[in-house]
């Protein structure tokens, strides 16, 4: 389903993007070098919470490693239990035995929304984006650490869900925990924890001894500590208590950040972390192999990672469906069928007949752009089976826009990149989005429809589609489905069903080409 932006995520957005006093990490670019296998990166960042996906290996925990490392800070700032400095260095993530050869030649270019930067005559305003640049020499040092911009950054490895009662200095410390002096955000991580795993805390004390911290709750008429929670709920403490205790504007990097939760947990902590950001302005880049947690993020917060040609390629905007089913590598059919999105599936599955549709994968990818990048990726990877884009109909007229981004993240494609594309290229009927598209169609079968759905008078459904083209781009089946009681799919699968049935032969250029690339992979 194509992902509806809620208000929580329109003002984190409005905020990310307007928000210069808390140096945001806006942009990470890999221009030269080899990172643990990772050798390719630019990764733009347009919201404050940023997922990473991909194959074990891909490169995701090297771009957490990255990003902790845009950072500097004072000897006094926060900075984790254990850790003897507030900031990170690349030596905290890349350690190398004797035997391994030195990595070197490696520059890096973070791009920084501040707004104290030093006026020089080109940029003489101090609030923007600019870069700043990393580097190391091959058996040299990285550059000018202290340069850093100041910012709190935490690192949240997988060893959070490794429960009390498994740590060794837990364990050796266990009746020395005393109540820590009150740090007045407790209620906060009770209200967080609590609202995840739907679990009514009354209380929420944080106990400490030197350098460790101990959650201890009453729930349910009980009291117990952290040696007596699920490797889930001690995470959730440690990532809330994190958030909280970093102070405004922090930078909290999360590997794995679904682990011990379970799926409606996982779209809980969701959700609740888009409130405690837009609190405390603090900036989160995760990794995650959920499904879930992807589907609870804008498309341009969505990253996948994977090897292309040689290359590490990173695709924003990617839908879940589609980056999920790339992870579970299970077998697929003849020819894959590539289209923006759920609505534009729905179309092709009522259009196509029964012969073909069980020889084909219709996957939904997220977006035009999407699309065009996985064409390129396609393009250099060697095509495995046939493949055809399907591009919704308003993407007529931006053709060659969409070629010309294909061509650039394919980096150099030989000269036969433009008629390889355009082979591999095709358009839903008409030349407005789909939505719009059915709604109008919609009026030569209004009859039939409002049959099905119980409409005692069709004018009545006329009127309810006057409103859905009123609700906006991509907007008009929620307001449809309000009004006409049944669930947005519903009216989805109903419109395309009986439109494709009276509208055959639009579809027929679309159905010829997939006949032909069945008969090529056959």
């Known amino acids: 389903m194509k992902y509806r932006e809620t208000k929580p995520d329109k003002d984190l957005r409005s905020w990310f993007q307007h928000d210069f006093s808390h140096a945001h990490l806006r942009r990470i670019f890999l221009k030269e070098g080899n990172l643990r296998g ?34 500097h800070n004072g000897k006094t700032s926060f900075r984790l239990p254990k850790r003897k400095l507030p900031y990170y260095t690349f030596s905290d993530f890349f350690i190398q035995h004797p035997a391994e050869q030195p ?12 707004d104290n930067w030093a006026k020089t005559a080109a940029q003489p305003n101090q609030a923007g984006v600019r870069m700043q640049r990393r580097h190391k020499n091959k058996g040299g040092k990285w550059n000018d650490y202290v340069k850093r911009i100041k910012r709190n950054v935490a690192f949240l490895g997988i060893e959070r869900i490794v429960p009390h009662n498994e740590r060794s200095q837990s364990r050796s410390y266990s009746r020395l925990f005393k109540d820590a002096t009150e740090k007045g955000y ?3 991580i009770r209200d967080a924890v609590g609202y995840v795993l739907a679990k009514p805390y009354k209380n929420v004390r944080l106990l400490e001894h030197s350098k460790y911290m101990l959650p201890i709750v009453d729930a349910n008429g009980f009291t117990y500590s952290g040696f007596n929670m699920g490797a889930g ?14 102070g405004k504007g ?33 900036q989160i880049i995760c990794t995650t192999h959920s499904k879930e947690i992807f589907d609870c993020l804008p498309y341009d917060a969505r990253f996948f990672l994977e090897p292309v040609g040689g290359r590490t390629k990173i695709t924003q905007g990617i839908s879940s469906e ?29 259009a196509l007949p029964s012969e073909l549709r069980t020889r084909i994968s219709i996957i939904s990818i997220g977006s035009a752009t999407a699309l ?19 591009f919704d109909g308003d993407q007529k007229c931006k053709e060659d826009d969409n070629l010309k981004h294909g061509r650039s993240m394919a980096e150099n494609p030989g000269d036969d990149f433009d008629s390889w594309f355009a082979h591999h290229i095709a358009y839903l009927p008409g030349d407005i989005w789909p939505e719009a598209w059915l709604v109008q169609q919609a009026q030569d079968v209004i009859s039939q429809i409002a049959t099905y759905l119980q409409f005692s008078d069709a004018d009545e459904l006329a009127d309810i589609l006057e409103y859905g083209l009123q609700a906006g781009k991509h907007n008009e ?10 669930s947005r799919d519903v009216c989805i699968s109903t419109f395309s069903s009986y439109i494709c049935q009276g509208h055959a032969l639009i579809f027929d250029v679309l159905v010829t080409r997939i006949r032909g690339a069945l008969e090529m992979a056959g």
């Open 186 to 188: 407790e209620a906060n």
């Open 372 to 390: 065009a990048r996985q064409l390129s990726a396609i393009y250099l990877k060697g095509e495995e089976r046939p493949t055809i884009a399907v």
């Open 477 to 486: 089946f929620y307001e449809i489905a309000a009004r006409t009681g049944v």
């Open 250 to 282: 922090a930078l909290l990097v999360i590997d794995e950040i679904e682990l011990g939760l379970h799926a409606e947990a996982q779209r809980r902590l969701m959700s609740k972390l888009k409130d405690a950001c837009l609190e405390t302005r603090t």
């Open 38 to 71: 990772l050798n390719s990166l630019d990764m733009s960042i347009e919201f404050p919470i940023s997922a990473i996906a991909g194959r074990n290996g891909a490169g995701k925990s090297t771009v957490l490693a990255i990003a902790c490392c845009a950072f």
């Open 103 to 114: 990595s070197g030649g490696i520059e890096i270019n973070y791009y920084i929304a501040y």
């Open 233 to 246: 709920e001690n995470a959730l403490f440690e990532i809330f208590s994190v958030i909280y205790s970093c």
């Open 322 to 350: 589609f980056a999920f089913s790339k992870l579970s590598a299970q077998p697929r059919s003849e020819v894959d069928i590539l289209v923006e999105d759920d609505m534009a599936k729905t179309i092709l599955i009522a």
